[in-house]
């Protein structure tokens, strides 16, 4: 089957390419001239690159041309208003003119990553655009199939290896009491499921909570992160929430700062699957334990 693939470079992107050229699919990436790079170790003859973004109609065109289906993995979790970043236009409009063009080239079947937490209503708009695109992507004619992955962990990941950092530190900062709970699921999973949806009819219009075998206290996850480093116990600093939030609101524009008010949003309010079996029952994938998906990347030489 000829896909194209949005977010092509990113964190699950790069997951994912190697898993549909082991599928034997056609793969077309849309990629952003001088981004080739982020691609890394993926075999240059298993894919195509096409220039463009999803505010180019006559790219979006041409890399359409011929696809049999999409995979919309495009995405962000911190705006920039400034260079018109926002959760509102990447989420929602450029999802829509995907979804036009790919009405337009006929496609045939529309795999949609949103996010666990996405619904009417949401505390924060990262939540509320993912719902947004979503309902664009379930009323468009295209036959399609939504997952709404917790936190994604695997090699080079942004989330666990930031983690990892500060449970080296003698003591690791810790917002609030800790026992607000994530769900995390691994790369590999999140790759396998995309690419079997491809394929499979029973999941289509559906949408699929993506989530590891069991959810985890953050305070669980520092923990587990010790001990794949080595460490036989994590101590905690519980910083107060009313101490934290004038120090984010400060600090929030800064890239170099770990954390938003978004992503404080998201984080205090939990992230966990409601139906975390049907996943799995669906898709014949095996759920990875954080512990050991961790462990094959918090290597032996890093630990302290």
Not at 52 to 66: K, S, T, V
Not at 112 to 138: C, D, F, N, W
Not at 211 to 218: A, C, I, Q
């Amino acid at each position: 089957m000829k896909v194209l693939v949005t977010g092509s470079t990113g964190f699950v992107g790069r997951g994912i390419l190697p898993r549909l050229a082991e599928a034997g699919h056609e793969t077309v990436c849309l990629v952003r001239p001088g981004s080739e790079a982020k691609l890394g170790a993926v075999q240059p003859g298993s894919i195509r690159l096409a220039a463009g973004d999803l505010f180019e109609p006559a790219a979006l065109a041409q890399a359409l041309a011929g696809c049999e289906a999409v995979i919309h993995l495009v995405g962000i979790i911190r705006e920039n208003p400034r260079k018109g970043v926002t959760f509102s236009r990447i989420h929602v409009e450029g999802t829509r003119r995907l979804l036009d063009a790919a009405k337009q080239a006929g496609v045939k079947r529309f795999i949609h990553m949103s996010a666990l937490g996405a619904r009417m209503g949401a505390a924060s708009p990262y939540h509320r655009t993912k719902y947004e695109a979503e309902q664009l992507v379930i009323h468009s004619g295209i036959p399609y199939t939504i997952f709404r992955p917790s936190v994604i962990f695997g090699p080079d990941d942004e989330f666990v290896n930031m983690l990892a950092g500060l449970v080296r530190l003698p003591v690791t900062p810790v917002i609030g009491d800790g026992a607000y709970r994530l769900q995390p699921v691994a790369r590999q999973t999140v790759a396998d499921v995309f690419t079997q949806a491809l394929t499979h009819d029973r999941c289509l219009g559906e949408i699929y909570e993506a989530g590891g075998p069991e959810p985890l206290s953050y305070n669980a996850l520092l923990d587990q992160i010790g001990a794949a480093l080595g460490k036989t116990s994590v101590r905690k600093l519980h910083l107060p929430l009313g101490l934290m939030k004038p120090v984010i609101n400060l600090l929030e524009g800064f890239s170099f700062f770990p954390i938003t008010n978004t992503q404080l949003t998201m984080l205090l309010e939990e992230n966990v699957c409601a139906d975390p079996a049907k996943l799995y029952e669906t898709f014949p994938t095996p759920p990875i334990p954080f512990r050991q998906g961790i462990e094959r990347y918090l290597h032996p030489s890093a630990r302290t």
